[in-house]
């Protein structure tokens, strides 16, 4: 096999307030026609730079401040961009992104789209060009194929254009395929189709792929080697199988550990037979807009919807985004009312309890850290609120609370005088879950409390959580896409799809046997690394 | 498409008939028409003689239905102060309107889509200063004052165009130009904003690593996407060209509707002004019809 690509000593520096900071260094890559390499990495450890570095696509503060690429034995650094935007983008080297819902252009249709690529870069006919587009289209595996090239990006769904996205970065037929994060924004059980397409294309098209993700159990499915950044630098790399068995840096055995601890088993809490919380087919609907001479439609977020949750459990429930999930644990948590049904806790409805009354016992965990807390205040008052309105307190009391909070979810006291811009996602995470217990609840409802975070703090957080759940015995809700974090953490599990629970049970029986097709589908579509899925050569 | 335009046309009829019902209602109800004919020193039985002349005696709402359907058969009434048909007023003055309207809103897109791009392109340069100085200005002058400003450089100190009338087409530049200023800031701001957040969507990332570069760029990629919103916002601004032209046609005597419009408001015309506000009315409901036939064409997601 010959060299394809050969990155040396890459360095890329940001220019902000008239200072060059280096965001990555000494990066250096050598890759192979047709192999396979995976870059993972925590966001801001330089992954995605690196690589719109390699495609000119580097916002307009960086620019690559050293360093050579050689693409097919041609030194890219002599090109300048007219010729390189030519030769190379989208025809050589192809990217795709995440989020395949903006990454089209809405105004075009996708064979416009397609066309206009392929005509660029080729001077054949339009015919040659349609019949060229059609191909790749059923290529990707775009469903009725041949309709879709009159239709537009939002005719189709997020698989469906991340689809269409493949075949518009591959109609060229390219030697290399970025695709950085390409499965991100994705459902689950779309995840799986999605990589399983890029591996086989990139079989039949016989190119060579680079894939980033923050995700190792994906990137291990697909690469052949990997390299692992962290903070703008290369600290491992190598063949993939061998980094998983036997990773040299601290970081990456990190890394490892996580996603091996969520197989381990966990402490579990005393569970009562009697029920704390129970919902009684629960519905919310809403209407859309109405037209003109039609009935507003309505459509149900959630459809007589039935559980209860014991003492002590703790209870997740999973499903794909608009599944329904969250607006149940809205209703629970008193946040939006329901329009038909009943949710009892400690055998007393919901609205029939005092919203301070409800606050010591009820409290929510939310997915986004970053913007749950008011930047205006410092940590110390955001966590006494609670405090401060519910009871009736002193001052120093209160501190002194609020700084026995702090330590118990693992923050020292300095953190009291802080501002939340001063403190990562994870320690936000941290203040916002000391938020939620310092009055004391006996139920946590955590909505995607870890899925904003990078792997390494997610399972900080989960411990946490874990930890809090024994020391103060708490029943918790827990909503989650992750099957893994699911599995890790609860007694038992409900299934929503379409507003509607389609499976609940032990959370050993529904992911081993599961018995609806939609949870066999959800539950397959998982990539965990398992321990024993590591061959020792 | 079809049902989108049918349904966009039965909400504009509906208002267009409102209008028509409240511009009535107002001139006749709020003014006495018999006294308005009469003028302020008639006596009594001289204003009662002329409500039975022109059958002002007879109810509001029978008036109605006699003016709105006459309408449709193209009979407007008779015009009090110049006592001819106002439909053969109408057709007199419309060309000279229509041809300030037009060229007022050509320069307006002659000025303002281009250097909206250009500012665009080049956030917090030299030409996007510029361009935003050209903005504030326009919006700051008064059209009037513009206007005489216009006649004293270009008139008068340096005569290269006619100082009033509406003879030729040199006597339409100056005007045109006065009234197009006046939309530039709107639209230019609005295409520079529009233009600068699709040059940043992921869309637009797409292209570039798809290896789409430079002008090409910009016109098959960004160009439609970010004229969006500026489309709307002329069609809004062509329709006001004709209110505009109020001022704008007196300043320069050009014999329009709406110089028409003031006369006639001056000589208490009522069966003219009643028609000329429905008139002006109704173009700004067909061009805002307009803009949202175009949307939807430029825009697939809004074709419901």
Not at chain 1, 168 to 183: R, V, Y
Not at chain 1, 411 to 423: A, D, G, H, T, V
Not at chain 2, 273 to 298: T, W
């Amino acid at each position: 096999m010959s060299d394809l690509l050969n990155i040396q000593n890459l360095e890329i520096s940001f220019q902000s307030n008239n200072k060059n900071l280096k965001t990555v260094e000494n990066f250096s890559i050598n890759l192979n026609e047709k192999e396979s390499l995976g870059i993972v990495g925590e966001s801001g450890s330089g992954k995605t730079l690196s690589m719109l570095a390699l495609t000119r696509l580097l916002p307009k503060q960086a620019s690559v401040s050293s360093g050579s690429i050689i693409f097919q034995n041609r030194n890219l650094d002599e090109l300048d961009n007219k010729n390189f935007y030519k030769e190379i983008s989208g025809k050589k080297i192809s990217m795709i992104f995440q989020e395949p819902m903006t990454a089209l252009n809405p105004v075009h249709t996708i064979g416009k789209q397609l066309l206009e690529t392929y005509l660029y870069h080729n001077n054949v006919s339009v015919e040659k060009g349609i019949e060229r587009a059609l191909e790749i289209l059923d290529a990707v595996k775009l469903p009725k194929y041949k309709q879709r090239m009159d239709q537009y990006p939002h005719q189709l769904s997020g698989g469906q254009r991340q689809r269409v996205m493949i075949a518009l970065a591959l109609i060229n037929n390219p030697s290399l395929l970025i695709a950085d994060e390409p499965t991100t924004a994705l459902d689950v059980t779309v995840q799986k189709e999605i990589i399983q397409l890029i591996s086989d294309l990139r079989e039949t098209i016989g190119m060579a792929l680079i894939f980033i993700s923050h995700d190792l159990g994906v990137v291990s499915q697909i690469s052949d080697n990997v390299v692992v950044m962290k903070n703008g630098e290369i600290v491992e790399k190598g063949k993939t199988l061998k980094v998983l068995e036997k990773p040299n840096h601290p970081y990456t055995q990190g890394l490892l550990d996580c996603l091996f601890k969520l197989e381990d088993e966990q402490k579990k809490n005393q569970i009562k037979d009697t029920p704390i919380i129970k919902v009684k087919e629960i519905s919310k609907s809403y209407k859309l807009p109405a037209k003109i001479f039609k009935k507003p439609e309505i459509i149900y977020a959630v459809k007589k919807v039935s559980f209860d949750v014991n003492f002590g459990e703790t209870i997740a429930i999973v499903g794909e985004s608009g599944s329904g999930k969250s607006t149940v644990a809205k209703i629970i948590n008193g946040l939006i009312n329901k329009d038909e049904g009943k949710v009892e806790i400690k055998g007393q409805n919901i609205e029939d309890i005092e919203i301070s009354d409800r606050a010591k016992i009820i409290q929510p965990v939310f997915q986004d850290p970053y913007s749950t807390l008011n930047p205006i205040h410092t940590i110390g008052y955001i966590v006494s609120r609670p405090l401060t309105i519910n009871e009736n307190k002193s001052e120093s009391e209160v501190k002194e609370e609020v700084i026995k909070i702090l330590r118990l979810v693992g923050l020292s006291e300095e953190y009291y005088n802080r501002f939340p811009n001063q403190l990562s996602g994870g320690q936000r995470q941290r203040v916002a879950i000391a938020r939620a217990i310092i009055l004391k609840p006996q139920i946590l409802i955590c909505d995607e409390p870890t899925s904003a975070l990078d792997v390494t703090i997610q399972s900080q957080i989960l411990d946490l959580l874990n930890d809090l759940k024994t020391k103060l015995n708490i029943t918790i809700i827990l909503i989650s896409h992750d099957i893994s974090v699911v599995k890790y953490f609860s007694d038992r599990i409900i299934v929503m799809y379409n507003g509607e629970i389609i499976e609940m049970g032990n959370t050993n029986n529904v992911i081993n046997i599961p018995k609806d097709k939609y949870t066999k589908r959800l539950m397959s579509s998982v990539f965990s690394l398992k321990k024993n899925d590591i061959k020792f050569t | 498409m079809l049902r989108f335009i049918a349904g966009r046309l039965i909400v504009v009829l509906s208002v267009g008939l409102t209008l028509s019902i409240v511009t009535f209602f107002l001139l006749n109800y709020v003014i006495d028409p018999a006294q308005a004919i009469a003028g302020e020193d008639a006596l009594f039985e001289e204003i009662e003689q002329i409500r039975e002349q022109y059958g002002f005696d007879r109810s509001i709402t029978v008036r109605y239905f006699e003016w709105f359907s006459g309408i449709f058969k193209g009979d407007l009434g008779i015009s009090y102060y110049w006592n001819k048909p106002v439909i053969s007023l109408l057709i007199d003055r419309a060309p000279e309107t229509i041809t300030l309207a037009l060229m007022s809103v050509s320069v307006t897109i002659l000025i303002s889509i281009p250097l909206g791009i250009l500012a665009a392109l080049n956030p917090n340069s030299l030409i996007d200063r510029i361009a935003l100085g050209i903005a504030v200005t326009a919006q700051a002058v008064p059209n009037f004052w513009l206007g005489l400003i216009m006649i004293l450089i270009f008139a008068l100190a340096i005569p290269i165009f006619p100082v009033s009338g509406d003879k030729t087409f040199f006597h339409f530049v100056l005007p045109s130009i006065v009234l197009g200023a006046s939309s530039v800031p709107a639209v230019m701001r609005l295409m520079r904003t529009g233009l600068l957040d699709v040059i940043n969507a992921d869309f637009i990332r797409t292209a570039r690593s798809s290896g789409f570069y430079g002008w090409r760029l910009v016109f098959n990629h960004a160009l439609r996407n970010a004229l969006l919103p500026v489309v709307s916002v002329l069609a809004v601004q062509l329709g006001n060209k004709f209110g505009g032209s109020v001022i704008t046609e007196s300043v320069f005597a050009i014999n329009g509707l709406g110089r028409l419009a003031l006369e006639s408001i001056l000589g208490a015309d009522i069966p003219t002004v009643q028609i000329l506000v429905f008139v002006f009315a109704i173009i700004f409901l067909f061009f805002n019809l307009l803009a949202d036939i175009l949307n939807a064409y430029l825009d697939p997601r809004l074709r419901l």
